[in-house]
């Protein structure tokens, strides 16, 4: 598709279990990147990819949190043994990367009950 | 290290008027400096972004942004607001020496209110 997709677009678990959040970026762009937004507010970065280099997980959390970029593109971020304060919506975004803007994808929003 | 900050939570204007957001940032070196939207329950939207170059920035929608160096400023402003304007706008930097190497850093965002 022409844009950042993101997928699911809301996700409602239960307390302690995993969940799998899917983004496919725009194809060539070699920069993608997570970010955490909770009811309406500001964005919290999450993990960062650039190309072939070692991904900048300096945001996430907590070792309950992974991500993984496959073959340079699609991305997976695993939210393990899920807690209350993990509800967000869990937006993706993609750039050509250097001076280039970020393409957000719609968010998944995610409900952990 | 690098650092934005947006000192309003929310900015209200009646129709017309003309509006101002406000972002400070912090870097080691030199900034590439951007502001999104958010519309409700939207993605974000790119509006502008200064890299080089001429201070004063045009984006989308009308709205333009002015780079101030010695105050570390990046204001949003538009010269007539519109109630469809209405959203939250985040300013956003990363240092032109961390390119590549860094994530972009986002403010805490301010929302605007525009009142017909």
């Known amino acids: 598709g022409a844009g950042v997709s993101q997928s699911p677009s809301n996700k409602v678990t239960e307390k302690g279990k995993d969940v799998e959040l899917r983004c496919d970026p725009i194809s060539g762009h070699t920069a993608l990147y997570w970010y955490r937004q909770s009811l309406g507010q500001g964005l919290e970065f999450l993990i960062y990819f650039q190309g072939n280099s070692a991904p900048d997980k300096s945001g996430l959390p907590s070792d309950r949190f992974s991500a993984e970029r496959t073959g340079g593109s699609v991305s997976t971020l695993t939210i393990q043994r899920t807690q209350q304060e993990d509800s967000a919506v869990y937006l993706c975004?993609?750039?050509?990367?250097?001076?280039?803007?970020?393409?957000f994808g719609e968010g998944s929003r995610l409900t952990v009950l | 290290a690098q650092s934005v900050a947006q000192p309003e939570d929310q900015v209200n204007v009646a129709e017309g008027n003309p509006l101002t957001v406000k972002c400070t940032y912090s870097?080691?070196?030199?900034?590439?400096l951007f502001w999104y939207v958010q519309y409700p329950n939207r993605g974000l939207q790119f509006l502008l972004k200064?890299?080089?170059?001429?201070?004063l920035v045009k984006g989308s929608y009308g709205f333009e942004a002015e780079f101030n160096k010695s105050q570390t400023s990046f204001h949003l402003k538009k010269p007539s607001a519109l109630v469809s304007d209405s959203a939250l706008y985040f300013c956003?930097?990363?240092?032109?020496?961390?390119?590549?190497?860094?994530?972009?850093?986002f403010g805490s965002g301010t929302r605007l209110q525009v009142q017909p």
């Open positions: 870097v080691s070196g030199n900034p590439y």
């Open positions: 200064y890299i080089t170059g001429d201070n």
């Open positions: 975004a993609s750039t050509l990367g250097g001076t280039g803007e970020l393409f």
């Open positions: 956003a930097v990363r240092d032109v020496m961390d390119t590549g190497r860094r994530a972009l850093t």
